[in-house]
């Protein structure tokens, strides 16, 4: 079992029956709370009509089609539908099946990038401690847990990190973005850009909210700032928006919120309600239109997999950009944030 301990669970097992709305019913016959919404992606709670319906129609039409040389409806339809919610200028996008493959596709689209601009060498990755990107090589590369990286240490990507946000001194118990620490962001170009030199540095990837370690909202300001140093520098920025995408923060994407645009942003998870895997990048079209380069008869990136774009999971992710839009849940998010908030820190109080 992944992020498990194995042999402790076999000792008491937690097993989960069937679910509906935000309750689990496990198999001794019990309710749970699904507090965590699934894993962070069951935004618009378990067993969604809607999308049911969309991928049980899907399953009737096209259970499956490759997306290596052939091409299906669904996915392309999906591609436009993100390409109009997401950042101005990033409108193109590549399919995965999760935030790990998602975060390596990224870094490998970086790479490309910069070969086809005759800058091959830049091949550092800049990552924050206390980051989640997933398990993949790439991921945990510029990941900052430890505990994901320490056993694999030898084998990962070249790779710096920026200190955390996280500044509990100045930041504990604030609300929203803490006033202190958007300095922070300075030390990409007075350490990491002046140990490595910006010509070396193919990009900087960060979740705008880290999450996976507590959730750090970023302090005011910093990553206007990271924008603008990764601009001053030419580096490219990828926002991993795996949780933070498709409504979470009360917008598409926390990109809009911050007002801060990347040029890559990863996604999954809620993307299809947690029903079907899947993950993509979402580009700019400088970095796409650079990637289209070569003999037109060859495939301009060497990589994919076998689900990029499953027919079911285009259904699941359609039916649910749907239900965020029509069922109003960013508004919903917007009016319940406040409530919620007011009851973490009355809890903290109470400490
Ligand atoms: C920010 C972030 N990126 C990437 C991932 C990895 O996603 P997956 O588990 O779908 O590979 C996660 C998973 O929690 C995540 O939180």
Redesign the pocket.
């Known amino acids: 079992m992944p992020f498990t301990p194995n042999r402790d669970f076999k000792l008491s097992p937690r097993l989960l029956a069937s679910a509906s709305g935000v309750t689990y019913q496990t198999a001794d016959g019990g309710a749970v709370l699904d507090g965590i919404s699934g894993?962070?992606?069951v935004g618009a709670g378990h067993k969604h009509p809607k999308i049911a319906e969309s991928m049980k129609t899907q399953i009737d039409t096209l259970d499956f089609a490759s997306s290596f040389q052939v091409g299906h409806l669904g996915a392309f339809k999906l591609a436009e539908r993100i390409a109009s919610i997401a950042p101005k200028n990033l409108d193109r996008i590549f399919f995965v099946?999760?935030?790990?493959?998602?975060?390596d596709t990224a870094m490998k689209m970086a790479l490309a990038y910069w070969r086809v601009r005759g800058q091959g060498h830049r091949n550092l990755f800049i990552g924050r401690e206390r980051?989640?990107?997933?398990?993949?090589f790439g991921?945990i590369s510029v990941?900052g847990m430890i505990n994901n990286r320490k056993v694999f240490g030898a084998s990962l990507l070249r790779s710096d990190h920026l200190r955390s946000t996280w500044d509990p001194a100045n930041q504990a118990f604030v609300k929203g973005e803490p006033e202190h620490g958007y300095e922070m962001a300075d030390e990409l170009e007075s350490r990491i850009i002046a140990l490595h030199g910006a010509d070396n540095i193919a990009a900087v990837v960060i979740?705008p909210i880290?999450?996976?370690t507590g959730v750090l909202v970023p302090p005011k300001g910093y990553l206007k700032r990271i924008r603008e140093i990764c601009d001053r520098h030419e580096l490219l920025l990828i926002f991993?928006?795996?949780?933070?995408g498709f409504g979470r923060t009360g917008n598409m994407f926390a990109s809009t919120t911050f007002d801060v645009v990347p040029d890559m942003i990863?996604f999954?998870?809620t993307v299809t309600n947690g029903a079907a895997?899947l993950?993509g990048v979402i580009v700019s079209r400088l970095i796409h239109d650079t990637l289209m380069h070569g003999p037109r008869h060859m495939a301009e990136l060497m990589h994919g997999y076998t689900y990029s774009g499953h027919p079911l999971s285009c259904a699941a992710a359609l039916a649910m950009i749907d239900v965020i839009e029509q069922e109003g849940l960013l508004e919903q998010v917007n009016a319940l944030s406040p409530y919620f908030e007011e009851a973490v820190h009355s809890l903290a109080d109470l400490d």
């Open positions: 894993l962070w992606c099946n999760s935030g790990s493959e998602a975060c980051g989640f990107h997933g398990v993949g991921g990941g979740e880290a999450c996976s991993d928006e795996v949780i933070t990863l999954a998870k895997p993950g």
